[in-house]
């Protein structure tokens, strides 16, 4: 029976700077989330190397860090989620940020995880993601769908000619017309006239 922080390494797999536990596609799922966030811009890390699995003898050290008042909470060692392979520490909050933004998919998220008030801290939840594993470098997720670019406004200019040959130019965004330059009133307006 596997013990919190004294997993076999055949429980557990290599992601990018870590490992965490093989059962229930655990570490395949945070690679696959991975292999999104790098297409999108931002590599997801551990912060260190007790930031994915932890073993029990270094669970110890942070605890012991912890009730001297020089490190961060640290769960009591025996009962963390590093232990089991099923928690990562982020390096950056834009890591965090990118996880809010794909993660859930992938069981991946803040909001069901444990040690709330560590913003890095997150926990994984089985049963919602599966597939292969694409390694901690890998790119074998499907590439997500790209929503399309909403389509820009066309802009343009015209002008209006009277028959004196003075004219009006304005300026049109989409349907609207947004500005007007005239030389109605026998001169140029100082400014663009918003509309
Ligand atoms: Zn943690």
């Not at 040690?115 to 049963?127: K, L, M, N």
């Not at 002008?159 to 030389?183: K, Q």
Request: glycine fraction near 10%; aromatic fraction near 10%; hydrophobic fraction near 35%.
């Amino acid at each position: 029976m596997a013990q919190n922080g004294r997993l076999p390494d055949s429980d557990l797999a290599p992601i990018l700077q870590g490992r965490l536990v093989r059962a229930n596609s655990c570490a395949a799922s945070w690679n696959a989330m991975n292999a999104e966030a790098r297409r999108l811009g931002v590599e997801l890390r551990p912060t260190g190397s007790k930031s994915s699995y932890r073993t029990f003898a270094q669970q110890q050290e942070l605890w012991n860090l912890y009730r001297s008042g020089k490190g961060n909470l640290a769960a009591t060692p025996g009962t963390s989620n590093h232990g089991w392979g099923l928690a990562v520490d982020l390096a950056t909050t834009q890591m965090r940020a990118m996880v809010d933004r794909i993660g859930k998919r992938y069981g991946w998220a803040k909001e069901w995880s444990d040690a709330p008030s560590e913003w890095w801290h997150i926990r994984y939840r089985s049963g919602i993601w599966s597939g292969p594993d694409p390694g901690p470098t890998g790119s074998g997720a499907a590439p997500p769908a790209q929503p399309a670019a909403p389509p820009r406004p066309q802009v343009a200019l015209d002008v209006g000619v009277m028959p004196d040959g003075r004219f009006e130019v304005f300026r049109i965004v989409g349907d609207n017309i947004t500005n007007r330059w005239n030389a109605k009133t026998g001169g140029w307006a100082p400014n663009w006239q918003r509309l």
